[in-house]
């Protein structure tokens, strides 16, 4: 068992890191960046999601935190949450896991979908050879101000996680 937990642990911190990571240098450095260098941005953004798969990536390491945090959880619950959550670390870890579990939800979709439709749109404009139509102009306008606003709310839930997830062993009540 203890083999069992300490992979399980290893898993979820490694993946944790390299998920939450991943998320605020793209928020505070890549997208900023990107969005400074139009058009030429576009296409970084548009190779770093197709070519250089960090979006698989971003996908991969949230679903191996979820799924192995989720496993830690039932395991420190013995399968019975209300239970824990009458403990301050339980209290703490399981609104972590919430919060962790929405950001989930919100890279997945308001933030994964609209940029992967950003990145074909990139690489359609790439291959016309020319700057972009109106119509994609539009969408591109749409679609980063969608995946602008998921940036911030996965950025402040993401926030909100590590730290109920930091401090939880430490809440004594």
Known sequence: MLIYLLVLRFVHVVS???????????????????????????????????????????VINSTLTVLSGALLLWYATSGSLSSYMKTGPGLGFALGSLAGIVVYFVGMFGIGMPTGKLSQLGEEIQKSGGPPTPAQATEIQKLDKSISFYHKVDFALVAVSLILMGTARYWLF
């Open 16 to 58: 944790s890191v390299s998920w939450a990571g991943g998320g605020f240098v793209t928020f505070l450095f890549i997208g900023p960046t990107a969005k400074d260098l139009e058009p030429e941005g576009m296409q970084f953004l548009s190779h770093m999601a197709g070519k250089r798969r960090f979006n698989m990536f971003m």
